[in-house]
């Protein structure tokens, strides 16, 4: 299985950036896809992560409002719109598939992760 994040970079406060993660390698559409981010010095934390139809999805309360997730099972591809940046955003952020088809904010749960995609916001 292979995950690659892109859609990353500099963006001022106030900004929007949208990550992608296309997924190869198993069927997309069976598994929960999550998004989780790293910034330095920090332990990774849980961003976002939406079940496998797509019709649940959870939020971090810091980015809840913010943030969406959202997937195309027919291009293979998990989204994560993010509006309003802040500096305290900035990370390497990763998408991740699931074991199983429902979204969790346990990052064991996902077995499988992409290389992250570094996030910048300026202040």
């Known amino acids: ?29 069976n598994y929960a896809m999550g ?10 934390e849980f961003v976002a992560a939406i079940s496998w139809t797509g019709r649940s999805t959870l939020e971090a309360d810091s980015v809840r409002g913010r943030f969406t997730i959202s997937r195309d099972n027919a291009k293979n ?30 990052d064991y749960v996902y077995d499988y992760w992409g290389q992250g995609t570094q996030v910048t916001v300026s202040s």
């Open 1 to 29: 299985v292979q995950l690659q994040a892109s859609g990353g970079g500099l963006v001022q406060a106030g900004g929007s950036l949208r990550l992608s993660c296309a997924a190869s390698g198993r069927t997309f559409s």
């Open 35 to 44: 998004w989780f981010r790293q910034a330095p010095g920090k332990e990774r």
């Open 77 to 106: 591809t998990v989204y994560l719109q993010m509006n309003n940046l802040r500096p305290e955003d900035s990370a390497v952020y990763y998408c991740a598939s699931g074991t199983g088809a429902f979204a969790s904010t346990n």
